[in-house]
């Protein structure tokens, strides 16, 4: 015995009869009255239609999600290797700063009983390199292995300026070039080592002219904060001083002075 629902009921249902959710007796009586009645029918079929252009294609809900999942990952990615590159960077710029304060910066001072001062004053005659003609201007012997050094003109030959090698004996790779005027304005040069167990990266000194003599005073010896003591062992710090000196001086921290050279 079949069920006849009048029109108004069977348009209630017609929702749930779409979406598959009506049992089978229901089902059964909505098509049989859809089979009769041509105005629910066509109701029917309108409601198929807008609920099809309305929903999605699976097809395109699934690139819809993909598109979601990919935007979410590359933005997660992205974030991530944002901060590995910040992270980088830092750790990269602390390396180099921790690098230069602990290597090239002069932040140590070095007590002055561990640099050892020595000093050697030369005639400037005695260590330089001169030709026959020059040797016997200055009254020196001359030697034919010796050479003079010519800084040669481009335009004027005649212009040439003259200059002297000087050598400083025990002193590896010393030799340095001056002009003839200096030798003609200084009788002696004078080398000044420093030898410590530290790498001395900075020596504050100044000469000054008193009571007639010239006199090197230093204030300090300065290091970076780890230094190599095995490595710089035994090494020479070197300054030349053109002219005699006649002391080296150390002005302590309380105002005294310690002589550390004298020439005698």
């Not at 929702?15 to 049989?32: H, R």
């Not at 602990?102 to 001072?109: C, G, L």
């Amino acid at each position: 015995m079949s069920m006849k629902l009048p029109c108004d009921m069977i348009r209630d249902l017609l929702p749930s009869y779409i979406d598959g959710l009506e049992s089978d007796v229901t089902k059964e009586a909505v098509e049989e009255h859809l089979s009769e009645c041509t105005a629910c029918s066509e109701i029917c079929e309108s409601m198929k239609n807008d609920d099809q252009d309305e929903a999605p294609s699976k097809a395109q809900t699934d690139v819809s999600d993909d598109k979601v999942l990919f935007h979410k990952i590359k933005k997660k990615v992205n974030h991530k290797v944002k901060i590995a590159v910040i992270a980088g960077a830092a750790a990269l710029l602390l390396a180099v700063l921790v690098f230069e304060l602990s290597f090239n910066v002069v932040i140590k001072e070095v007590p002055r009983q561990d640099v050892e001062v020595t000093a050697t004053v030369y005639p400037m005659k005695d260590i330089a390199t001169l030709d026959e003609t020059d040797a016997a201007a200055y009254g020196v012997s001359f030697d034919e292995d010796q050479m003079v050094v010519i800084k040669t003109g481009d335009e004027t030959p005649g212009d040439d300026e003259q200059c002297m090698t000087l050598t400083i004996p025990d002193y590896p790779n010393s030799e340095i070039t001056v002009t003839k005027d200096l030798m003609d304005t200084y009788d002696t040069m004078t080398l000044i080592k420093w030898r410590s167990p530290y790498f001395l990266r900075s020596i504050l000194w100044d000469i000054k002219e008193v009571n007639g003599k010239r006199i090197m005073y230093i204030e300090h010896y300065r290091t970076t904060l780890f230094n190599n003591q095995e490595v710089n062992s035994g090494s020479y710090t070197t300054s030349i001083d053109f002219g005699t000196l006649d002391q080296i001086i150390y002005q302590e921290k309380d105002g005294s002075e310690t002589v550390l050279w004298e020439n005698k």
